[in-house]
């Protein structure tokens, strides 16, 4: 019995981990595609679709992470974390295609919603659920 919670913790941190790296790469991806064309190689466009390309593919790995991580925690953590992620999504649809419309109606100055914004807001949302979700269910 407690062989399979010591295995259960160390499957659960190891899955952590993984969620660590990938988050922390695909966000180091992302800010070389946002940034490179500004700091780095300039006005190459085939730099910049293979940040881009490298972009979503470090993107998979950090989905496929999620789900491992999501698969390795018990049922309540589980449950707040899946509660997290719907409202984040649904803000993020909400907010983004709503930026998108006043965009292109010309509603917003300077074209809309900056991604570096759009994105921390996004991990704020995310985190501030997930906040609420532990004081909820504990």
């Known amino acids: ?3 399979e919670q010591s295995s259960g913790a160390a499957r659960q941190w190891s899955a952590t981990g993984w969620l660590f ?5 695909w966000l180091v991806s992302l ?22 390309g490298a972009n979503l593919a470090v993107g998979v790995g950090w989905i496929i992470a999620f789900r491992r991580y999501l698969r390795s925690i018990d049922e309540l953590q589980r449950k707040i974390q899946q509660d997290a992620l ?20 010309g509603l917003l100055p300077g074209g809309g919603l900056d991604v570096a ?4 807001g996004l991990g704020l949302v995310y985190l501030l ?10």
């Open 117 to 120: 914004v759009f994105t921390a």
């Open 1 to 3: 019995m407690a062989s």
């Open 31 to 52: 800010a070389v595609a946002r940034f490179g064309p500004e700091l780095v190689w300039g006005e190459n466009a085939i730099a910049g679709w293979i940040a881009v």
């Open 21 to 25: 790296a990938w988050t922390l790469a």
């Open 86 to 105: 719907g409202i984040t999504l649904g803000i993020g649809w909400i907010v983004g295609f709503a930026s998108f419309v006043a965009a292109d109606a």
């Open 129 to 138: 659920a997930v906040g609420i979700g532990m004081v909820r269910y504990r």
